[in-house]
Each structure stands twice: as C-alpha cells, then as structure tokens.
C-alpha cells in the first residue's frame, strides 16, 4: 500500500473522530510539553549557574577557606594564626602559578549613611588586587591604589545600588560624596559596574525589573524576605562597600585583642583569601604549591582548605543532570499514558473496522498492507500530538515564567523541541505495533463475517 495513501486514510480517521482522536493525543501532549519545558527550566538554571560562576571570577579563582583541623593535629589547633597577611605574602613569594590574591575582611552589620539616609551592604576591607581577583569592573572614578592601603586611607569604592538605597539618583555623582561607615567619614574614589543577569536584563527590557524591585523593597521587613535577598548572587556583586584593608585593620579590628595566640595588637585574622590561578589547566598543581606554601605560616596545622570553581562546575552539571533525570521520567510517563491512549484507540478503531479489513484481505490486500496503514495510523496521532505539544509547551513555559518568577529564565533550545517530538512520535510508532499486529493477522473469512 502505498505510504501516502496509507496517511492520508489515517488523517480521514482522526477528522472522522475529531474529539476521541484530541482525547487520544492529550497524553503525547501533556508529555511533550512537560518535557520541553522541564528541558527549558533545568537550561535556564545552568546558565544562570553559569552566569554567575563567570562574574565571581571563573575557573581560574579559588578561595582559601577554614576547616577543622584532622584528629592527629588537635592538640596544635592553638598554634595556627589562621588566614591572615602573612598567608598573602608567601603565596606571592612561593607560588609563581598564583597570579594574584586577594585578602579580604568583611564587616558585618556596617550601617552605611548619607545625609539623612543609611542602608545596610556588605562592606568589606581588601587590597588592589580585589579587583582582578573578583573580576568586578569600575564604572565611575578609581580602585583602592596601594597608596590608599600604605597610607590607611578613608577612601570606598561602591556599588550604585548602594548609592540609590541612600535616596540618590544615578544622575548625580557619588564621587568625592562622603559617607559614614559605622559613623566613620569615608571619601567615595570609585564606583562599581552594576552586574545585571541576563534574567534581570530581560526584565529590564520588558519594564517589569521596577516593579519587581519595588515589590521587594515593601517585602524587606520580613525574614524571608531579608534571607532571600542576602543570598542573592546579584546582591553580593552589587550592594557593595569596599575600602582600604589596612584601614579595616586600624580602625575596626583595632580592639579586638582575642586572639589565637599570645600577641597584642589588632585582629589580623582574614574573612576570605581568595586568589587567582595562572593556568586553569594547571589549577591542581597550584594549589598543591599554595597548599605547601600556607603550611609554613600555619606552623604546620593544617586547618584550611580549598574551594575551587572546579568544583562548583562539577556540582552544577550534577545538579542539571539529577533535574534532567526526575523532570525526565515524569514527562516519560505521560507519554507512556499517551501511548496506551493511542494503542487503545487503535484498538477500538480495529474492532469497529473488522469487515473493511476483511474486504480487504479478501480482494488481494497483504497482510503487511494492513500492518503498515495500523501503524502509519498511529504514527500520525503521534506526529499530530508532538507537533500541538511543542506549540503549547511555549504558553506552558511563559506560565512558569510569569507565575513562579525563576531567577533564571527557562531557555527553550532547538534540540530540546526535537528530542521531545522524536519521543512523541516513537511513542506513536510503538504503540501501533501490537494493534497493528492483530489487524494483519484476522482471518479473512471471520473478519466478512463479523457483525
């Protein structure tokens, strides 16, 4: 029989029953659109992981962290001073694959104002080499200069942010503006590049990102709403104070005399030492040579460790990988409810036909004949129900978009509507199969006699 012939009967069919053929193929699209749109949603998540694992300063940053000390070592745990300046000079000294590192030492709770307004950022004492370390970029002005550090300078670098949560506009310049950290005066040098996520810059475009802010601004009295925002990637890049290190040691750190051993003078132990590595291909070797290097002014304790944007790589993959599986397997069970649908109303449309296929038979049609239509016929429900799924998995996707507001955007890919059609139409296929088989194997002369 020829193929054309063969689909062309199969759309007389479907036409023939038009809502039991609709009830047929609502599973294949529920099924394809459940799995464009988990596709869509686990894309958007690994490129905002992504996203954000390039703007924290890529593979080739690695940050020193504490650790407790191994059992053997328990004992020795008073002995180590902890991260502090003497970790920056001898990794700088001993690890030529280290390109630069980055002390910083944050201040928690810092009330920043200005004029009559203050507002709550991190704040944080570092060097020259934050920047670099970082990857942040300046917008306005100047970086902290290793004059500033040698002079224990009053002078910030901000993020705009910062600038609008103290009842300013961006058209007027923070530079040279004063403000008081914790009531101190402090000289604005710089300002930060405003990070933006393609999620935000999306919203911006739309004109939604206003209102989202303003919503969140009326939300900040709550806990929830505090917490989420503190763990807001986009907040940490951009709520941003950053002043001289030296300054933080002097003025902040200057009575605080507990130390991890018997010396006096200001707190010199580090919030966060971050460096960047020369060759990421190299990142291991690195951080062995770091690793030696942090032994020697530890006196031997062992009470650090590494994180590595290698890592972080590693647990995004894995992340999208274990979303991909789940978000798989329940839009693979819609299209398996959607093929026993198709295979049922196969079925009953075999039962309903015995007498033509019959005829048929009688009149010299091939049992392969017969076989080939009963499949080509369920390979069309299959078709017509992937290609009604991929068109209403775009209105699904805008629907998580709009009503659970994601961080990152789901991105729909061309692969993924092609993966989720292909799957729509084997499901098709197989669920022909055994119809199919049973139609080609009715005896001719039953079948005539069939009522």
């Not at 001993?94 to 920043?112: F, K, T």
Request: glycine content about 8%; charged content about 20%.
């Amino acid at each position: 029989m020829n193929i054309h012939l063969s689909i062309q009967v199969g759309l007389r069919e479907i036409l023939a029953h038009k809502f039991r053929s609709f009830l047929t193929m609502f599973g294949i699209i529920l099924g394809v659109s459940s799995l464009v749109s988990m596709f869509a949603v686990t894309e958007g998540m690994t490129r905002g992981m992504r996203e954000n694992l390039l703007a924290s300063g890529g593979v080739e940053r690695v940050s020193v962290i504490d650790q407790d000390v191994p059992v053997e070592q328990e004992d020795l745990k008073p002995l180590s001073p902890g991260r502090t300046l003497d970790d920056v000079a001898i990794i700088l000294e001993h690890c030529p694959l280290v390109e630069d590192v980055s002390p910083e030492i944050n201040l928690g709770g810092a009330v920043v104002q200005h004029l009559n307004k203050s507002t709550r950022p991190r704040v944080v004492g570092a060097a020259r080499s934050f920047l670099n370390v970082n990857t942040f970029e300046i917008e306005q002005g100047r970086f902290l200069s290793d004059l500033d550090v040698d002079r224990v300078a009053s002078v910030c670098v901000i993020g705009w942010p910062v600038w609008e949560a103290l009842g300013q506009s961006r058209s007027e310049s923070p530079l040279d503006q004063t403000l008081l950290i914790n009531g101190l005066p402090f000289r604005v040098v710089g300002v930060f590049r405003e990070y933006e996520s393609e999620h935000d810059r999306r919203l911006r475009e739309s004109g939604r990102l206003a209102t989202m802010q303003q919503r969140a601004v009326e939300r900040r009295s709550t806990t929830k709403a505090k917490s989420a925002r503190r763990y807001s990637f986009a907040w940490w890049r951009n709520n941003l104070v950053v002043f001289p290190i030296s300054t933080m040691l002097a003025t902040f750190r200057s009575a605080s005399l507990q130390l991890p051993y018997n010396e006096l003078g200001p707190d010199p132990r580090l919030s966060e030492l971050n460096l960047r590595v020369r060759d990421p291909g190299r990142l291991n070797d690195a951080v062995k040579e770091v690793r030696l290097a942090l032994l020697k002014t530890h006196r031997g304790v062992e009470d650090f460790g590494f994180n590595t944007r290698e890592d972080w790589a590693d647990s995004i993959e894995t992340s999208v990988k274990a979303a991909r599986f789940s978000g798989g397997i329940i839009a693979g069970i819609s299209l398996i409810v959607g093929g026993i649908g198709i295979a049922n109303i196969m079925l009953a449309s075999i039962s309903e036909r015995v007498r033509e296929i019959g005829i048929r038979l009688a009149i010299g049609a091939r049992r392969r004949d017969i076989f080939s239509q009963i499949l080509i016929e369920s390979s069309v429900l299959g078709f017509l129900g992937g290609l009604l799924g991929l068109a209403s998995s775009f209105g699904v996707v805008r629907l998580i978009t709009v009503v659970a507001e994601l961080n990152n955007e789901p991105v729909i890919r061309l692969w993924a509507l092609a993966v989720s059609f292909g799957f729509s139409v084997f499901t098709g296929v197989v669920a022909g199969f055994y119809p199919a088989f049973k139609a080609s194997r009715l005896d001719p002369i039953q079948a005539l006699r069939y009522e």
